[in-house]
């Protein structure tokens, strides 16, 4: 699997990888945080990593992009699709392959590009 980052192929950096879809590189930001991270300040820190990462990945005329987020409470979910739904309307979120990353672990967004 190759990373990428928003800094184009080649440049590395943690938890941002890439997975292959038909022959393009789809991004896939995994937004989980260290051990000892809870509540309402460490899900504003995954949103406004969240944010940053789709504004990139808009900018950069992808396609599609995936965020990790894991199952837990939904929590994070739920604010991600939120946040679409409200600040994106050329995006839509769609559940990511439940074979890759199970049931209710990633979100893809596609951004309408």
Request: net charge positive; with cysteine; proline share 4%.
């Amino acid at each position: 699997m190759s990373r990428i980052s928003r800094n184009g192929p080649g440049a590395r950096q943690p938890g941002i990888k890439g997975s292959e879809r038909a022959g393009r590189v789809v991004r896939e930001v995994d937004l989980h945080l260290p051990p000892g991270h809870s509540g309402t300040e460490a899900l504003e820190r995954q949103l406004v990593r969240f944010r940053g990462e789709l504004n990139s990945a808009i900018r950069a005329g992808e396609k599609e992009i995936i965020f990790i987020h894991g199952a837990g409470s939904g929590r994070l979910r739920e604010a991600l699709r939120a946040a679409v739904a409200a600040e994106y309307p050329s995006c839509t979120c769609h559940d990511a392959s439940f074979s890759r990353y199970g049931y209710n672990g990633a979100t893809g967004v596609k951004t309408g590009k």
